[in-house]
């Protein structure tokens, strides 16, 4: 079934408006709303974890090994930020 011109035009706006929105384009210019590519997600999906469930009074070690975990995950993620081109992610 043939489209009009009004479709086509229509079609391709509905698409543009969806390109804007994943590359940031369109929408509150404070908020990123670029999108983040699978690839980009695998460093933290393939993450393991140093630290593990305790049952008593943390050791050094334990502490030692959650510092390293949480240091790996916050370089993960600063990774995804500058891949989007955002600012750095602060330290809290």
């Known amino acids: 079934?043939?489209?009009?011109?009004?479709?086509?035009?229509?079609?391709?706006?509905?698409?543009?408006?969806?390109?804007?929105?994943?590359?940031?384009?369109?929408?509150?210019?404070?908020?990123?709303?670029a999108a983040v590519r699978r690839g980009e997600l695998r460093t933290l999906a393939s993450l393991?974890?140093?630290?593990?469930?305790?049952?008593?009074t943390p050791t050094q070690a334990d502490y030692n090994a959650l510092q390293a975990d949480v240091a790996t995950i916050f370089n993960a993620l600063s990774r995804i930020s500058n891949a989007l081109g955002n600012a750095k992610i602060p330290r809290v």
């Open 1 to 33: 079934m043939p489209r009009d011109a009004n479709d086509n035009a229509a079609a391709f706006e509905r698409i543009r408006e969806k390109v804007e929105k994943l590359t940031g384009e369109r929408g509150d210019a404070s908020k990123s709303l």
């Open 48 to 56: 393991s974890l140093k630290s593990s469930q305790i049952t008593s």
